[in-house]
């Protein structure tokens, strides 16, 4: 079955970048889609296709994928940046369809 | 606006049976694919299934085939996600989701279904 990798917590300072890594086999043939969950509410998409924005997401998200490495980058981090982040991919060759990450919490200090 | 509305928490006995329901509006319900998503308190996404609306087409996560049902009444725009026997394991935020066309990523999610699962 695939698997996605993604480190459990990233901590970063305001106005500094995150990047947030997802790992998988030869992940960057594949298409990687982000999502940002705050405490309390559903998932919101911030990142499909490897690296484009949905409407309504600020330029400061920004995703690259090549190799077994998928990442979200976030520059100049907000304070209402703190969030959960999965990295997502559809696993075509296999039963399991969907796949997510494990999640990847974003901590501002 | 493109909306998916679930159905309200529940609290519920192990061994008891449930239907919760995501309702769509604001789009062509039968033209996109709907999936559930399992959120185990203060764990990760789960994907558990998916529905297409217009054939009731479905797929599931191995790890959720057989465990619960997944079905769909295009007449009013609501797909649903049902249990014939709760266990306590069953407690969890559910969420549904539609799969966009292009890009196929999960574009709209619904706010969320809490279902407790004690004695």
């Known amino acids: 079955s695939y698997v996605l990798t993604q480190p459990p917590s990233v901590s970063v300072a305001p106005g500094q970048t995150a990047r947030i890594t997802c790992g998988g086999n030869n992940i960057g043939s594949k298409s990687v889609h982000w999502y940002q969950q705050k405490p309390g509410q559903a998932p919101v998409l911030v990142v499909y296709d490897d690296s484009d924005r949905p409407s309504g997401i600020p330029e400061r998200f920004s995703g690259s994928n090549s190799g077994n490495t998928a990442t979200l980058t976030i520059s100049r981090v907000e304070a209402g940046d703190e969030a959960d982040y999965y990295c997502q991919v559809w696993d075509s060759s296999s039963d399991q369809g969907v796949v997510f990450g494990g999640g990847t919490k974003l901590t501002v200090l | 606006e493109v909306q998916l509305v679930q159905s309200g928490a529940e609290v519920k006995k192990p061994g008891e049976s449930l239907k919760i329901s995501c309702k769509g509006s604001?789009?062509?319900?039968?033209?996109?694919?709907i999936g559930w998503v399992r959120q185990m308190p203060g764990k990760g996404l789960e994907w558990m299934g998916i529905i297409y609306p217009g054939d009731s087409d479905t797929r599931y996560s191995p790890s959720f085939q057989g465990q619960v049902t997944i079905s769909a009444d295009k007449s009013i725009s609501t797909a649903y996600l049902q249990w014939s026997s709760l266990k306590a394991s069953d407690t969890a935020m559910y969420y549904c989701?539609?799969?966009?066309?292009?890009?196929?990523?999960?574009?709209?999610w619904g706010q969320g279904t809490m279902v407790t699962v004690s004695s």
């Open positions: 989701a539609r799969r966009g066309q292009q890009p196929p990523a999960f574009d709209i």
């Open positions: 604001g789009y062509s319900f039968t033209s996109y694919w």
